[in-house]
């Protein structure tokens, strides 16, 4: 089997196209694993007609989106003419997604995040409370947070030192409080001026990451709304710079460079 392996934003992903009888989330386990596998964060299989990406984590599950896969799916799809359509329509398993190929070399996808939506139920929280600016208690803590939908569910916490470890600890706490259902993504977040943030994400189950295009762009959505910041900003991550901006009609849209770094064959007799 063969894989191709690229890099995005902090994260390495593997990618093979789709083929029938193959036990993938088993496959996923094997490759993905850094010692005695080839290493990286996710295994993507790329399906053709129509276009359709599929993404495994290390244990073998499925996930419903991931922005840093998508922009490695569209580079693999593009590089490899299953399709050279600057604008691609892709099947995720949150449903049709579209991709613009901002530039060829460095390979640069343009991402629509779509619109964030405030509304409770779609961050999976029963109450009628507005979610954005509402304040928690943990323990002696009183918190406020900014949660809203982007991609996902998001939660932006605002802080003087994004390396405060003390605030740093309270992110697998926040990620896994009551108020949500389904958990919550934590984005630390220091307001830099009014055209540049400083971020930190941290996904549950995984930790912190440099998994930044759907964090920065909900970053940008909560300090625009609060009027930190104005019109398109930069957002400084541990690994490099991204970009995002809203357009007239409220859409987030972010551009993320994707390098390729090598590919392989990994026979059937290795896993």
Same mark, same amino acid.
């Given at each position: ?130 979610? /954005?600016?509402? +304040? *928690?208690?943990?323990? @002696?803590?009183?918190?406020?947070? &900014?949660?809203?939908? $982007?991609?996902? %569910? #998001? ?32 984005? /630390?977040?220091? +307001? *830099?001026?009014?055209? @540049?943030?400083?971020?930190?994400? &941290?996904?549950?189950? $995984?930790?912190? %990451? #440099? ?61």
């Amino acid at each position: 089997m063969k894989f191709t392996k690229m890099y995005v934003c902090g994260e390495d992903f593997l990618i093979t196209l789709f083929e029938d009888n193959q036990d993938y989330s088993n496959i996923a386990i094997k490759v993905l694993n850094r010692i005695k596998g080839i290493g990286a964060n996710r295994l993507i299989v790329v399906k053709e007609k129509p276009l359709e990406m599929i993404v495994y984590d290390t244990e073998g599950k499925r996930e419903v989106f991931n922005p840093n896969a998508l922009v490695c799916f569209s580079k693999f799809v593009f590089d490899n003419e299953i399709s050279r359509s600057k604008e691609m329509t892709i099947l995720t398993g949150a449903g049709r997604t579209k991709i613009e190929v901002a530039a060829e070399i460095p390979f640069v996808a343009r991402l629509n995040l779509e619109k964030p939506n405030f509304n409770n139920r779609m961050i999976y929280v029963t109450d009628s409370m507005d979610s /954005f600016g509402r +304040v *928690i208690r943990l323990d @002696n803590t009183l918190l406020t947070i &900014y949660s809203f939908n $982007l991609l996902g %569910v #998001n939660t932006i916490i605002f802080v003087d030192d994004i390396n405060d470890e003390n605030m740093l600890k309270l992110a697998p706490v926040v990620a896994e409080y009551k108020l949500f259902s389904r958990k919550t993504d934590v984005i /630390f977040v220091k +307001v *830099i001026d009014k055209k @540049n943030l400083r971020i930190k994400c &941290y996904k549950p189950g $995984l930790g912190f %990451v #440099n998994n930044t295009g759907s964090a920065c762009g909900a970053a940008m959505v909560a300090a625009s709304k609060l009027a930190y910041t104005r019109g398109k900003v930069t957002c400084h991550l541990d690994e490099g710079e991204l970009n995002p901006e809203i357009d007239k009609k409220g859409n987030v849209f972010v551009e993320i460079k994707a390098d390729k770094i090598f590919e392989c064959n990994y026979s059937e007799e290795e896993y």
